[in-house]
Structure formats: C-alpha cells, structure tokens
C-alpha cells in the first residue's frame, strides 16, 4: 500500500498511466486512417472541415517534396475537371493526407481532421476508450475521499475529455476537476507543473503526479511535487528508476 498522507491532489498521465498505450497506436490512428474519405465525403461541404481541407490543399500546393508532388501531378491528370478550377478534389486530398501520414509529417489540419473523426467515432459508439480495469473504481474513491482529480496528457484537453465521455466505465468527466495539456507547457518541463499547481492552487509537495514516463516523473519531482511512476502491461518502458511504481491504482489508498 502506498501511503498518500498529505496529498490534497491526484494529477494523472493518460497512455500508459489510466489507458494503454496501444489503445492510440493500435485502435484511434488505425480509425481515423480506416474513416479518412467516408468522412471528407461526407463533411466536405461544411464547417470546420471544408476550412481545414483548404489548408490541405494549400499545404499540398506549397509542398516541395517529391512524392507529394509526383502524387499532385498523377492526381491532376485523373481529374480534368480539378486540374481546370486549380484545385484538387476530396479524394485526392485525402491520398496527400494518407501519404503525410505514411511520412510521419505533421499538419496541423491533419492533426484536427483526426481529431474530428475520433469525436465522430465516440459519437457512434465506434470507439471507447478501454481504460485499466481498476482506474475507475479508483477515481471514485479518490473523488469521495476529498481529493482533487486532475488530468495532465499531451493529447488536447478537448481529446481528454473525448476520451473520459466515452470510456469502458462510462462518462467519468465529472470526476476530474481539471485538465491540463501541452499549454500549460512541456510534459518534461519543471515549469508545467509549477504552473499547474498553481493554476490549481495547491501547494506543488500536496500535489501527487503518475506517469509512465521517467522525464515527466523527474520534472514533477523538481517542480516539488510527490511522484508515482506507472508500471503497466504494454507500456514501452517499465523501469521505474528511482520512483515508487505502481501498477495498480488498488494499492493507492484512501
Ligand atoms: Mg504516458
């Protein structure tokens, strides 16, 4: 058992610490990838992907590597008719989106385009969010023992909260009272945490932080806070290194 004497407030990591890490690599890029032209299809008329199409496009139009330009050649002699207007279709768009994707290249429309599908898929009941078995039981005794829930992911709060809507126990929204992603800094930063406990108004040492990740663990560490290190199946690295791990939120009492 893990004696949390003092705390006053639970800031928790997502991949690794409450949720898998494979649920993203394995279950949301393979999604997004899977819906990429049903979904252009479908919303390319209206706000905000037809915006972020036209950025799309206008990336692709600025894009000096070869293959995107080869692809904007061979797609623009398939489509007189996009070739005519100076402009490139949905479908095409979405094989420039695909190829980004094969490079690992970062867009941000591609990035919320992504983020669009997997609301759409939690919507519909597509996706669920298979959180660790425990966590939930966890949260709410946390919650009823009077502390503080907090979320702190470099996912955007906005996919956070997607993500908690639509768990496998259900909408836990209401158990967190804040959420914090890379705008309140850098995961590895000592600065983000002192900004977060402040923004939270807690004292950084009644502040307890878990993550599977050994940089985000040290730069809590330094900012004063108390540090859990999360030791779950799957998690690419499980070497806690001078952290307490847990690998199980049942043994973290009240
Ligand atoms: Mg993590």
Request: contains cysteine.
């Amino acid at each position: 058992m893990t004696d949390i004497n003092g705390i006053s407030h639970l800031l928790l990591d997502i991949e690794g610490t409450t949720c898998p890490v494979s649920f993203v690599a394995q279950t949301l890029f393979p999604y997004a990838a899977s819906r990429l032209e049903p979904f252009l299809l479908e919303h390319a008329d209206q706000e905000p992907v037809q915006s972020l199409l036209q950025d799309v496009e206008d990336a692709w139009q600025a894009d000096s590597d070869a293959q995107a330009m080869v692809l904007r050649r061979s797609t623009g002699q398939l489509q007189q008719s996009a070739v005519e207007d100076g402009g490139s279709t949905v479908v095409s768009k979405a094989a420039y989106l695909r190829l980004l994707i094969e490079q690992d290249r970062k867009l941000t429309a591609l990035k919320d385009l992504q983020g669009l599908i997997w609301e759409a898929g939690y919507t519909n009941g597509d996706l669920v969010a298979p959180l660790f078995a425990e966590v939930s039981a966890a949260l709410r005794r946390w919650s009823s023992a009077g502390l503080e829930l907090a979320v702190y992911s470099s996912g955007s709060v906005w996919a956070q909260q997607l993500l908690y809507a639509h768990s496998s126990s259900g909408d836990l929204r209401h158990l967190f009272k804040h959420w914090f992603d890379t705008r309140i800094g850098a995961k590895q930063k000592p600065a983000s945490y002192l900004n977060i406990a402040e923004a939270m108004g807690a004292a950084a040492e009644k502040v307890l932080f878990i993550s599977d990740a050994l940089a985000e663990c040290e730069a809590a560490q330094s900012a004063g806070m108390r540090v859990l290190f999360s030791s779950r199946p799957g998690n690419p690295g499980r070497d806690p290194g001078p952290f307490e791990p847990i690998e199980d939120f049942s043994t973290l009492l009240p």
